[in-house]
């Protein structure tokens, strides 16, 4: 499975993006996909998930503000952030994986990631 993130870049504090997760060689349609994060010096930590139903979850501090949602005819997954604050600052990646209950198990297949950066 190949994925490509895009839709990265500089934004002001409160400012919006959206993030493109576009998958390939995959079975794209039984699989669930998490979107993670990965700031400077820190372990890389999953942010939002959704499965092939359409079912998405969140971690706490992302709730409310991003939204996570996907395209089965174009194989891509999006998350759009609002409210943007200098944490979020982060390379964002994407990976196709599958989703048991609340866990999501990532496989060993990532991107290269899209850097967000957020400006105070």
């Known amino acids: 499975v190949q994925v490509v993130e895009s839709g990265g870049g500089l934004v002001q504090a409160g400012g919006s993006l959206r993030l493109s997760c576009t998958v390939s060689?995959?079975?794209?349609?039984?699989?669930?996909v998490g979107w993670y994060r990965q700031a400077p010096g820190e372990q890389r930590e999953l942010i939002a998930t959704i499965t092939s139903g359409g079912s998405t979850d969140y971690k706490g501090f992302v709730k409310g503000r991003f939204t996570i949602s996907g395209d089965i005819a174009k194989n891509t997954v999006y998350l759009q952030m609002n409210s943007l604050e200098p944490a979020d600052t982060a390379v964002y990646y994407c990976?196709?994986?599958?989703?048991?209950?609340?866990?999501?198990?990532?496989?060993?297949?990532w991107g290269q990631g899209t850097q967000v950066t957020v400006s105070s």
């Open positions: 060689g995959g079975d794209f349609k039984v699989a669930a």
């Open positions: 990976n196709v994986g599958t989703k048991s209950g609340i866990y999501f198990y990532p496989s060993k297949d």
